[in-house]
């Protein structure tokens, strides 16, 4: 490590002015990101210094030691420890928290019955919102995940879109809160441009680590061109953070694909597109993402989960990022995330050489890789290059994992042990903004066990309203027109019956 660059950008950063806040982590294992080779550094017994909301030094403790730090720095002890960046979370729907293990077998047809957003319609009171979308972020804190693109479609009144935007405000994580613009049962598009502007105009998360974003589902294929013409103009006119889109094609007929975005000439401009999913990415979709530097979301436990799978996913992974989804139907981590998508695409890219009857001499992606995808790949989608990394001048969102936990004693390869081995409940701390969110393995929050039994009130009955309805009857067609097919059923058990069981939902 170019130790005396780093300590001339901590002493640029202003380390010796008494008004800051710094806090200097020492004596750990640092997984620092190389922004001249785009590709991680190792620090071992290294320190990472804090100031503010940025990161004002990454260097050896022996090159911490030279220097007298000011008297107002936190001292913290990661001896034996790994210090990373936090997780980007680039898809996820934060107010659905309070429905979870309700979908746990579900398929993407009953999702849309049930769970989706308009079947949620007068269930949910402002309230709910809230504390579903609260509870929801601060377990994803708890997962290490400091940044979250939200695609809130929990827009059903002009107070259920101010509750999910001031709950991801109050809970202190970086999120990108994405008006979700989509017609509902009582509040249609046209109602919800003046609740945005209002909002937009007011900016609450002015000061916050939440910024306004934009998440619209009507670019095509047969678009509203007048709406999204409005839609995006509002982006536009505020300069958005982010405009994101589920994009499916192929028989979901939820197109909004590049080629969709860019027909409406909304794909190559200043605001970064992020298409969740592309399922059915085309090589021209691929050509003009490449072109225009805009990103798809990989959601793999929901993509493998709901079966809409990730046919091309694998081919456009330097133009994409990770994203978890439907989090109340299963895991809420971006490290679970990076994980399955490793694997699954390493299994994916061997097959053609075992379907020859070759074996493999290498394995086709790294650890390395897959910790980018889930850390610096998201901020590139967001086009920061101050998200994502541990670098000096990014922001100050840090974890720091337990090196001496049953599941990483005895590591050496800290990547692969965060990769591959650690779990959420080896994460000691987590900061955003140079704020502890997570501290000694416990939400550093007083609040939190009364946001608990909030949560668990409001959630019990949404639960139960939800239970007492029948699952829709699926016959004939899906929306799209494709028809609908029932899939093999597993079989685990030996004689009669396969095992599969009940949802055990009471």
Do not use: C
């Not at 769970?115 to 949910?124: E, K, R, V």
């Not at 804190?141 to 991801?168: C, F, P, V, Y």
């Not at 955003?432 to 501290?439: C, E, H, L, N, S």
């Amino acid at each position: 490590m170019r130790v005396k660059a780093v300590l001339s950008g901590v002493l640029a950063s202003g380390v010796a002015r008494a008004a800051t806040s710094s806090i200097l982590f020492s004596g750990g294992t640092i997984i620092a990101f190389n922004k001249s080779s785009e590709s991680l550094d190792v620090i071992r017994n290294g320190s990472v210094l804090v100031t503010d909301d940025r990161i004002a030094g990454v260097f050896s403790s022996a090159a911490a030691a030279s220097f007298r730090l000011p008297a107002y720095t936190e001292h913290v002890d990661i001896t034996d420890k790994i210090i990373s960046t936090g997780f980007v979370d680039t898809h996820r729907h934060g107010w659905q928290t309070s429905l979870k293990t309700l979908g746990s077998n579900t398929s993407l047809v009953e999702y849309f019955g049930t769970f989706a957003f308009i079947a949620s319609t007068g269930l949910m009171a402002a309230d709910d919102v809230y504390i579903s979308q609260l509870a929801g972020l601060y377990e994803t804190l708890n997962g290490g995940t400091t940044t979250i693109i939200d695609h809130a479609h929990h827009i059903w009144s002009n107070e259920t879109a101010e509750a999910g935007l001031r709950a991801s405000i109050d809970s202190g994580a970086r999120v990108f809160w994405s008006y979700g613009f989509l017609n509902s049962t009582n509040f249609q598009v046209q109602d919800q441009l003046a609740n945005f502007r209002d909002i937009a105009t007011r900016a609450p998360f002015k000061g916050t680590a939440t910024s306004l974003g934009i998440a619209y589902d009507g670019f095509g294929p047969n678009p509203n061109v007048g709406e999204a013409a409005e839609v995006m103009g509002l982006a536009k006119e505020f300069d958005v953070s982010v405009v994101t889109t589920h994009s499916l094609q192929g028989p979901w007929a939820y197109d909004n694909s590049p080629e969709n975005v860019h027909a409406l000439g909304y794909l190559n401009t200043s605001i970064p597109v992020i298409f969740s999913h592309a399922s059915f990415l085309t090589a021209t979709g691929a050509t003009l993402l490449r072109r225009t530097n805009q990103f798809v979301s990989i959601t793999p436990e929901s993509e493998m989960h709901y079966g809409h799978t990730h046919p091309h996913s694998h081919l456009i992974q330097d133009q994409a990022a990770l994203g978890v989804d439907t989090h109340f139907t299963f895991s809420a981590d971006i490290l679970t995330q990076a994980r399955l998508w490793l694997q699954a695409t390493r299994r994916r890219m061997v097959a053609p050489i075992i379907d020859e009857w070759q074996v493999a001499k290498n394995n086709p992606m790294s650890v390395n890789q897959a910790f980018l995808l889930a850390t610096r790949h998201g901020g590139l989608a967001l086009r920061r290059d101050d998200i994502g990394v541990l670098a000096v001048g990014a922001k100050a969102d840090l974890v720091v994992w337990d090196g001496t936990s049953p599941a990483l004693l005895g590591w050496v390869d800290p990547v692969a042990a965060v990769l591959l081995h650690a779990s959420v409940g080896d994460i000691e701390h987590v900061l955003v903004d140079g704020k502890f969110k997570k501290r000694n393995f416990r939400i550093a929050e007083s609040t939190y066990p009364q946001v608990q039994q909030r949560f668990l009130a409001s959630a019990r009955r949404i639960q139960q309203a939800i239970i007492e309805q029948p699952f829709p009857v699926m016959t004939g067609t899906f929306f799209s027109g494709y028809e609908l097919a029932s899939a093999v059923t597993a079989d685990t058990l030996r004689g009669e019956g396969n095992g599969y069981g009940d949802v055990f939902r009471a």
